[in-house]
């Protein structure tokens, strides 16, 4: 098949453009398709199937696109009603909400392609543990559900550090200290590309902060109740972006780095049962795993688990195929 990708801003360090140009390029061409990449509608190729970067799918009523096979990527769900054939999205989430406004909307699994074949992380004992976060600045309130009162009670008794990678390290430092952490035991780092490998190899536990409990923010929600339409007081009341996808851990697992997240529901396939990495939503629950996780013989179990079950589920080239089956179903 015949596709053109075009992107404004060909800029490496951006993971939607990485994972889901370059990337995608790379796998499609293995795949043997014919694949080329465009900074001007004007070279775009005849009969050739056009994706627009999430920075650019607002053009895809450009007059020189009528009449051809459009399709964009990580569409804003408020942005209904655009000319496009297909979408394609990072996680079961996201699909599910575009399409109360698009038809055609395909799951391209954020697999980064520059952390294949890396050799895991060795864990040994050490006397002190870091905790690591990787992404935007914007998650790091939702570590006060739990996880920092957590870390506070830990750090009683074991030596902790929390080390954040993310796009802006001074809002990310006076997040969390706004949420208790001191100083001393935290490092905020700008987000590097040359970097990051290193950097997140330092980390001994990844963390996924997501959910937002909105029965801690509005307790009053807790209170309701409805027996007869299966409303209870002890029921989940969770908040989490329709663009919610399990990305930043992918990351962990392709490292060998064991992870705790939340409910949210991409990251269920791979932590399940318990086997590849935890959940965790309250502050028990984080005491009981980051504990659990100081033995450097169960952080190296479960991350040779955890690698080997993302690498049975989780396969560009699969995502690929089915991109294109999609696509040839539209034609």
């Known amino acids: 098949m015949k596709i053109d990708f075009f992107a404004s801003n ?3 360090s951006v993971g939607s453009y ?3 140009v370059h990337d995608l390029q790379r796998t499609l061409l293995e795949l043997g ?3 080329e990449e465009y900074t001007s509608f004007n070279n775009f190729r005849k009969d050739s199937i056009i994706i627009l970067s999430k920075a650019d799918y607002h053009l895809s009523s450009h007059p020189t696109l009528q009449g051809r096979c ?5 569409v804003a769900k408020d942005h ?4 496009l054939d297909f979408i394609i999205v990072g996680s079961p989430e996201e699909k599910t909400s575009l399409m109360t406004v698009y038809d055609n909307v395909c799951v391209v699994n954020l697999y980064e392609r520059m952390y294949e074949n890396q050799p895991l992380k060795s864990h040994s004992e050490k006397d002190d543990l870091c905790i690591g976060y990787h992404g935007s600045y914007i998650h790091l309130v939702k570590l006060g559900q739990g996880f920092s009162q957590a870390f506070k009670k830990l750090s009683q008794e074991y030596k902790l550090h929390f080390f954040n990678i ?3 390290p001074k809002i990310a430092k006076d997040t969390l200290l706004k949420h208790g952490f001191s100083r001393e035991q935290i490092t905020c780092k700008k987000w590097q590309f040359e970097d990051m490998l290193d950097d997140i190899k330092k980390f001994d536990i990844g ?3 997501n959910l937002i409990d909105q029965s801690i923010i509005n307790p009053e929600i807790a209170e309701q109740k409805s027996v007869q339409n299966g409303i209870n007081t002890t029921d989940y009341v969770f908040r989490f972006k329709n663009k919610s996808n399990p990305g930043r851990a992918f990351v962990f697992y392709q490292l060998g780095i064991p992870v705790v997240a939340d409910l949210t529901p991409s990251n269920m396939p791979m932590l399940y049962d318990e086997t590849c990495g935890y959940v965790a939503q309250c502050e028990r629950s984080w005491i009981h795993y980051i504990e659990r996780l100081m033995s450097s013989d169960i952080r190296n179990q479960i991350a040779i688990q955890a690698y080997e079950r993302f690498c049975s589920l989780y396969d560009p080239k699969k995502d690929a195929n089915q991109l294109i089956e999609k696509i040839k179903e539209i034609k």
């Open 10 to 12: 060909p800029d490496i």
């Open 18 to 20: 990485r994972i889901w």
């Open 33 to 35: 398709h014919d694949v």
């Open 70 to 74: 459009v399709g964009g990527i990580n």
């Open 80 to 83: 209904g009603g655009l000319p």
């Open 166 to 168: 993310t796009n802006n």
């Open 207 to 209: 963390v996924m902060p």
